[in-house]
């Protein structure tokens, strides 16, 4: 079980109460599949997904991209127990999300600009390695 300290979990709270799920979830998703773009393969039936002009402007990227943001609401009201919020998805999830979270630290990042602090940073770092490590262990 993971500890929280009382600035991780308000951080957290704090930066999902802030974010915009429509410009995060599609800018965090679209980047992923740019910058690693073998996770295209999971995404064959969004169409054009070409070049990158194709993705930020593909609107099945930026719904499936809200639509994740917005799953990972569930680990924020359930901080003390990811691994059981998180219970029925995939190890392929688990795979995505590692790669996700990357993309989505750099765009939450800009979002909050000089508020994402080194300390900010690490919470939400944190936070993520939760989720995908709760994932991954109900397979391992």
């Given at each position: ?127 993520l390695a939760v989720v995908v490590s709760s994932l991954r262990r109900q397979y391992h």
């Amino acid at each position: 079980m993971v500890e929280w300290t009382d600035f991780e979990r308000t951080t957290i709270q704090d930066i999902f109460s802030k974010m915009n799920y429509d410009v995060v979830g599609q800018q965090a998703l679209a980047r992923c599949l740019i910058v690693y773009p073998w996770t295209q393969r999971y995404f064959g039936n969004f169409g054009n997904l070409y070049n990158a002009a194709a993705i930020m402007g593909n609107p099945m990227v930026a719904a499936h991209g809200k639509v994740v943001l917005h799953g990972l609401d569930r680990a924020v009201k359930n901080m003390d127990n990811i691994k059981a919020a998180y219970a029925e998805l995939s190890v392929l999830h688990s795979e995505k999300l590692h790669l996700l979270g990357d993309c989505l630290t750099i765009v939450v990042a800009a979002q909050l600009g000089a508020g994402f602090t080194p300390e900010v940073q690490a919470a939400f770092q944190k936070f993520l390695a939760v989720v995908v490590s709760s994932l991954r262990r109900q397979y391992h």
